[in-house]
């Protein structure tokens, strides 16, 4: 007769603990106590016949035979979750989850989800903010906006525009300044952001920045911006985030030097993903608002 299957819970806490070579950091892991995960590796062996774990050390070294296992259940386990996600899916089967930086969310999609919403009625989504990458699998994301070179395998990965940066600055502060050049904006006071360091534009055009100067730092995109048109000095930005304050003329752009990066903007998603059709919706009116050839603005796709 065949060995009875390992209750479920049991063959997490042994991934956990083959994953990390400590019953200590899977029962930290796992938020249960030491004890229990060694009870757990014990009974597991005396169902399989089998030794699971050796010392090594401070370490508990997996037999291959636990490898074996802790693999089945990882592969299992994303199967659960990718079902569950099915099943929640077809609950709210017009409802995209995006994940994206929080300055473009606000600054740059945020304004067009109406256009969606007249595109494709009946389609909502969920914008959820973060600099971290969601993973795609079993996180409930549907599909990211990413900062970076890409690719991130086995995700598809669509290029949407690339990280061109420029200077802006208040109307006030601009007409002050007639003549920009990398010399004198190295005497004017600028604002800072972790994603957009001043070197990135300075460095072409032979120009040091004097070391420990005083800037103002925010890694808020949109606060940021806010400083720059209150005119306390020179952001650097691109054309998504600042779209909305050159348009109203809060921010003008400050001399004509724009500095091409290596990052791009690209739009990931995972191909096995039940809403695959609105996912292909949602690329191809994104498209449309960046005004590239196979996009449109409204219409139903296939």
């Not at 994940?99 to 595109?119: C, D, E, N, V, Y």
């Not at 971290?132 to 395998?153: H, K, N, T, Y």
């Not at 004198?184 to 972790?194: G, S, V």
Request: with cysteine.
């Amino acid at each position: 007769m065949a060995p009875r299957p390992p209750p479920f819970s049991a063959l997490r806490t042994l991934e956990a603990a083959a994953r990390l070579r400590s019953y200590t950091a899977a029962a930290a892991e796992l938020m249960v106590t030491h004890s229990a995960v060694s009870q757990a590796i014990r009974r597991l062996e005396e169902d399989l016949g089998a030794k699971l774990f050796y010392r090594r050390g401070s370490f508990m070294e997996p037999a291959p035979s636990t490898l074996v296992l802790a693999r089945a259940y990882h592969e299992a386990a994303q199967h659960l979750s990718r079902s569950l996600i099915d099943i929640a899916g077809r609950n709210t089967p017009d409802k995209l989850v995006v994940s994206l930086p929080p300055g473009l969310a606000r600054l740059w999609l945020s304004p067009r989800l109406p256009r969606l919403s007249a595109a494709f009625p009946g389609v909502s989504c969920d914008l959820r903010t973060t600099r971290d990458l969601a993973s795609l699998d079993g996180d409930g994301v549907d599909l990211a906006i990413r900062f970076g070179q890409g690719p991130w395998p086995p995700c598809r990965a669509e290029p949407l525009f690339d990280l061109t940066l420029f200077p802006v600055a208040s109307l006030a502060l601009a007409r002050q300044h007639p003549e920009v050049t990398p010399a004198l904006m190295a005497t004017l006071p600028l604002i800072e952001q972790p994603d957009h360091p001043w070197e990135t534009w300075f460095v072409p055009s032979g120009v040091t920045l004097p070391s420990g100067g005083a800037r103002d730092t925010f890694d808020d995109e949109q606060l940021a911006l806010d400083m720059a048109a209150a005119g306390m000095g020179v952001a650097l930005t691109y054309a998504q985030a600042a779209e909305p304050y050159l348009a109203d003329g809060r921010l003008v752009r400050f001399g004509d030097v724009s500095v091409p990066t290596e990052r791009r903007a690209w739009l990931v998603w995972r191909e096995d993903n039940p809403k695959l059709r609105l996912i292909r919706n949602f690329s191809w009116w994104l498209r449309g608002e960046l005004g590239l050839a196979d996009g449109h603005r409204s219409g139903t796709a296939a």
